[in-house]
């Protein structure tokens, strides 16, 4: 029984630090010094650990009890000045060297913040269980995803619309906690293109862990003919019987929560190039098949969630509504 629990235990801990998230990878300048801090405070800790460690082994050796030794009692020593004087002057000596370089990147950040000239600003506010990521001077809103362009200061305002959220993208920079009533900021860059996961670092409800979204760091002419692209992305005219149908019934049963266009803001999650995402609500992959399933009781696979099931929808609706959605490009 003992060995069993022991196994359960080592397999728990082993899975934990299981992430896709890569942590120790910075592509933007504020990761980079949050990951110099986080090298020089292991340094300091490996520096300390090694001399406590040795010191503990070769006085244990040293004075471990031997038969000449083991009726010996021990003369008093009253104290050493000098070796308390040593170990109170060296920790002191640690603790600068590591707040040194810690108040001085954070004041350094803090004033980059105010300082940074011609910031892309993003307004970013934390549902359960959803990111809605809304540029407020280009009049666009995504859902779960950003786009943003390389070696240009980020303004990202954070905001929740129920519970306490944490915005977490660790290749590009600290975490934020979103406060109901509160905006925060946070700013950052991207010094090379790539995709860059995040994820809400908060505890916020039983669908926490599906909380995710991505980054999508572009080139800086690559982001303006994005921003255009977007400007006129509209839904498709040009629909057959099925999807007609589908269109009507999403008119009737979803647009009340959901937009399907990038200029428009909704209560629920924007559709808009839907047919694109890989996942539908960062839980199932996205086939025609997932998307009816989803439809007719997305709780059961993102528990907790707000949208409601609809159990009155006929195969035949299902499949209409799925062939509509499948269309949003």
Request: aromatic fraction near 10%.
């Amino acid at each position: 029984m003992k060995r069993l629990c022991c196994g359960i235990l080592l397999t728990v801990l082993f899975l934990s630090g299981c992430s896709s998230l890569k942590v120790l990878d910075p592509k933007g300048t504020v990761a980079e010094l949050q990951l110099n801090l986080f090298q020089i405070s292991i340094a300091i800790m490996l520096f300390v650990f090694f001399v406590v460690f040795s010191m503990f082994v070769y006085f244990t050796w040293k004075y471990r009890e031997t038969p000449d030794r083991r009726h010996v009692k021990p003369s008093y020593v009253k104290g050493n000045r000098k070796l308390e004087f040593t170990w109170t002057v060296i920790p002191i000596l640690l603790l600068v060297i590591l707040a040194v370089p810690t108040v001085k990147g954070t004041f350094s950040l803090a004033e980059s913040d105010e300082t940074s000239e011609n910031p892309l600003t993003i307004e970013v506010t934390g549902h359960q269980y959803w990111w809605e990521v809304h540029y407020p001077d280009q009049g666009i809103t995504l859902t779960n995803e950003a786009y943003i362009p390389v070696d240009r200061p980020v303004e990202f305002q954070l905001k929740s619309a129920d519970v306490i959220h944490s915005f977490w993208m660790p290749r590009l920079g600290g975490k934020k906690d979103l406060i109901p009533g509160k905006t925060n900021t946070l700013t950052l860059n991207a010094s090379e293109e790539g995709v860059y996961k995040g994820q809400c670092a908060e505890l916020c409800g039983a669908s926490h862990s599906y909380m995710r979204f991505q980054v999508h760091a572009v080139g800086k002419q690559e982001f303006s003919q994005w921003v255009d692209q977007q400007s006129e992305v509209k839904a498709s005219e040009n629909l057959d019987p099925t999807a007609e149908k589908g269109k009507k019934l999403f008119i009737s049963k979803c647009l009340t929560c959901h937009a399907v266009s990038p200029s428009e803001r909704s209560e629920g999650p924007n559709l808009a190039g839907f047919a694109d995402n890989e996942r539908i609500g960062n839980v199932l992959s996205n086939t025609d098949e997932n998307v009816e399933k989803w439809i007719k009781d997305s709780s059961s696979f993102k528990p907790d969630v707000n949208m409601p099931p609809f159990p009155d929808l006929t195969e035949e609706d299902l499949n209409a509504l799925s062939t509509y959605l499948s269309q949003l490009e």
